[in-house]
């Protein structure tokens, strides 16, 4: 239970200009970017609620998509499909989700990562820790640089058998991650979501307005691909 549980869901960083003139021209991804901040405000208000509860933590690090951004309703991204999932199933969790729209890996480890930690207070870990990051790092080259190290020392600070998703991207630094995943996942140290391999093998009809961000749809896949890596591992009683 952490009940002064104090976290921002919104990004530190302006709105870029090359999305900002895309917003401007185009109206699927002015619809898209419109969600940013009442999804942010929506994710605070829940996990306030959350973290003063008690009973079994789920705690999602992460992006957009983590965010639920595309989805028609913040509960409606893969994270949110999930946990309803997972309630139906009988397990009574609460969920706390730090996604931040744009974030990249330095986000989790600058303000996801000690946001985790305050949420576990000595001897009461979270019972799931979700992991989806790093697609905003693939896809602007000067974010590429240093992506494996920043990787590795995420990986480093996350708790023994985090659940973390790979990159299906077919970048260099994506196929590093991925191999470096699959190590650890094979030693014991972290439960892989492989996207890569078991991700939607088209997004046709799966995309929002902007054409990249999932839809529910979309999303719905993203949330059975974790489901069967969780229930692969065994982490849900």
Do not use: C
Request: glycine share 10%.
């Amino acid at each position: 239970m952490a009940p002064d549980f104090d976290y921002s869901n919104r990004s530190e960083r302006p709105r870029g200009p090359v999305l900002s003139a895309l917003s401007t021209a185009f109206p699927g991804v002015r619809s898209v970017q419109e969600q940013v901040l009442p999804y942010a405000v929506w994710w605070e208000s829940h996990n306030r609620v959350a973290a003063a509860g008690g009973g079994p933590l789920w705690v999602a690090l992460g992006d957009s998509m983590t965010q639920g951004i595309g989805a028609s309703a913040p509960d409606l991204g893969w994270v949110g499909q999930l946990s309803g999932r997972l309630a139906t199933r009988g397990w009574d969790h609460r969920l706390v989700n730090l996604g931040v729209n744009g974030a990249r890996v330095e986000d989790v480890l600058d303000r996801q990562l000690p946001a985790l930690e305050a949420l576990e207070p000595e001897g009461s870990p979270a019972a799931l820790v979700t992991v989806v990051i790093g697609s905003n790092d693939v896809v602007v080259g000067r974010h590429r640089r240093g992506l494996v190290e920043r990787f590795t020392a995420m990986l480093d600070r996350l708790p023994e058998g985090a659940v973390v998703s790979n990159l299906p991207n077919p970048q260099r630094e994506a196929r590093a991650v991925d191999a470096m995943l699959h190590e650890r996942a094979a030693a014991g140290r972290l439960v892989l979501v492989d996207m890569r391999r078991d991700g939607p093998r088209s997004w046709r009809g799966r995309l929002a307005s902007d054409k990249f961000h999932p839809n529910d749809r979309g999303y719905a896949d993203m949330a059975s691909v974790v489901e069967r890596a969780i229930d692969r591992a065994d982490l849900i009683a």
